[in-house]
């Protein structure tokens, strides 16, 4: 994974499926029955149980990637191929992408805090800054 990433966190209640629960153009949620409909994800650290959905997520989470709207990083309890597969290619394609790294299930950062995630997939947390929306 090249270089930090750093953003604003943002926990996710339910799994988010990228495939027709995230605008590609604006990054924001569209999945109406998801808790943080509405909520943008560009430049984010989703702190997330899961991904949802279909294999197609990892193409989705890639379109974001290029038209500049995806997440910085994605903190995932439990991970499954998907997204960290399309956090990869468009590393490859793109030469930047998301960060995707384990944490343990039920870890939460707080919310608006500005997260810093290294290349070893260390976090770090500043919280002296909180209440990004």
Known sequence: MPGDRVGPVLNLERPLSFWGGVDPHTGRVTDV????????????????PAGRGSSSSSSALLECVRAGTA????????????LPVGAAVAIELYGRGP?????????RLPDGAIA?????????????????R
């Open 33 to 48: 029955h998801h808790p943080q409909h509405g909520y943008v994800v560009t430049g984010r650290v989703l702190v997330l």
């Open 71 to 82: 997440p910085a990083a994605l903190l995932v309890h439990h991970v499954d191929p998907i």
């Open 99 to 107: 960060a995707v790294v384990r944490i343990e299930p039920g870890d």
């Open 116 to 132: 810093q995630i290294s290349s070893s997939g260390a976090v770090t947390v500043d919280d002296s800054i909180t209440g990004v």
